[in-house]
């Protein structure tokens, strides 16, 4: 069943997830494991912080989108046991599990995914079912939805063909996505300005940087997509500077 999973994930596009389980009202998001250390383990990250992904601000607002348009689970207190700050938390933070499915995903595939926990007990009844379809049917679409926000593209190379494995990288954001066998690529962010490119996979070509700002996870109706061609020369050997990071972080600290 594991490896049916892994070649699922791995064999698809997958952009965006949510798992189900009982036992509590919260959505909790990556990281569930502690000192994951990702670019030790995939090639998709850049060394950086140990504490949270490089997409916790897209993770929280993610999981608060699912929260607010639950029923019950932005109201914080729906277990006796539980409390959780607007019904969501950092895995982690909340119990720490190895080899799971949400922190795989993230790690080593395009995909963001989240759990929502939708039950405070166990194993729900099947008189339970048709509640717990209302409570949840709002969040569940509201979620699909963030798909359309994503910033999308294709990515081509110097002879006009598709560019399959090219790695789309966001400065000051320390995770890859790459392209499909048809050069396609779907970035997901959280509302903010960021600066994109897009690199060959063998790092010997790389396109011209584009700026994009979004503004919501909610779609507006308008596409935000950035095409990129790889006809810039690149030294294999020398590794992209986090431009901008000092003014990211300042920015971060004034929003704060």
């Given at each position: 069943?594991?490896?049916?999973?892994?070649?699922?994930?791995?064999?698809?596009?997958?952009?965006?997830?949510?798992?189900?389980?009982?036992?509590?009202?919260?959505?909790?998001?990556p990281w569930?494991?502690?000192?994951?250390?990702?670019?030790t383990k995939?090639?998709?990250?850049?060394?950086?912080?140990?504490?949270?992904?490089?997409?916790?601000?897209?993770?929280?607002?993610?999981?608060?989108?699912?929260?607010?348009?639950?029923?019950?689970?932005?109201?914080?207190?729906?277990?006796?046991?539980?409390?959780?700050?607007?019904?969501?938390?950092?895995?982690?933070?909340?119990?720490?599990?190895?080899?799971?499915?949400?922190?795989?995903?993230?790690?080593?595939?395009?995909?963001?995914?989240?759990?929502?926990?939708?039950?405070?007990?166990?194993?729900?009844?099947?008189?339970?079912?048709?509640?717990?379809?209302?409570?949840?049917?709002?969040?569940?679409?509201?979620?699909?939805?963030?798909?359309?926000?994503?910033?999308?593209?294709?990515?081509?190379?110097?002879?006009?063909?598709?560019?399959?494995?090219?790695t789309i990288?966001?400065?000051?954001?320390?995770?890859?996505?790459?392209?499909?066998?048809?050069?396609?690529?779907?970035?997901?962010?959280?509302?903010?300005?960021?600066?994109?490119?897009?690199?060959?996979?063998?790092?010997?070509?790389?396109?011209?940087?584009?700026?994009?700002?979004?503004?919501?996870?909610?779609?507006?109706?308008?596409?935000?997509?950035?095409?990129?061609?790889?006809?810039?020369?690149?030294?294999?050997?020398?590794?992209?500077?986090?431009?901008?990071?000092?003014?990211?972080?300042?920015?971060?600290?004034?929003?704060?």
């Amino acid at each position: 069943e594991v490896k049916s999973m892994i070649d699922w994930i791995l064999g698809n596009p997958f952009l965006l997830s949510v798992n189900f389980h009982d036992g509590s009202f919260v959505v909790n998001y990556p990281w569930d494991d502690e000192n994951v250390k990702p670019w030790t383990k995939s090639s998709l990250f850049l060394e950086g912080e140990e504490t949270k992904t490089p997409d916790d601000e897209m993770f929280k607002e993610l999981s608060l989108l699912y929260a607010r348009n639950h029923q019950t689970m932005y109201k914080e207190c729906v277990c006796e046991d539980d409390h959780f700050h607007f019904g969501i938390t950092k895995g982690n933070e909340w119990y720490s599990i190895s080899g799971g499915m949400q922190d795989f995903n993230y790690l080593f595939s395009n995909c963001m995914e989240i759990t929502a926990e939708i039950f405070c007990g166990k194993r729900p009844l099947p008189k339970h079912i048709e509640e717990e379809w209302e409570n949840n049917k709002e969040a569940m679409l509201k979620t699909i939805e963030v798909a359309y926000s994503a910033v999308r593209g294709i990515v081509i190379d110097r002879d006009g063909n598709p560019a399959e494995n090219a790695t789309i990288r966001v400065e000051w954001l320390g995770k890859h996505v790459v392209t499909t066998d048809r050069g396609e690529y779907w970035r997901l962010l959280a509302p903010g300005k960021y600066v994109i490119k897009a690199v060959s996979s063998d790092n010997k070509f790389e396109s011209e940087s584009k700026t994009v700002e979004t503004h919501s996870l909610e779609n507006n109706g308008r596409l935000q997509q950035l095409d990129f061609l790889l006809d810039i020369p690149r030294d294999p050997d020398v590794e992209d500077e986090p431009d901008g990071f000092q003014l990211k972080f300042l920015e971060r600290i004034l929003r704060n």
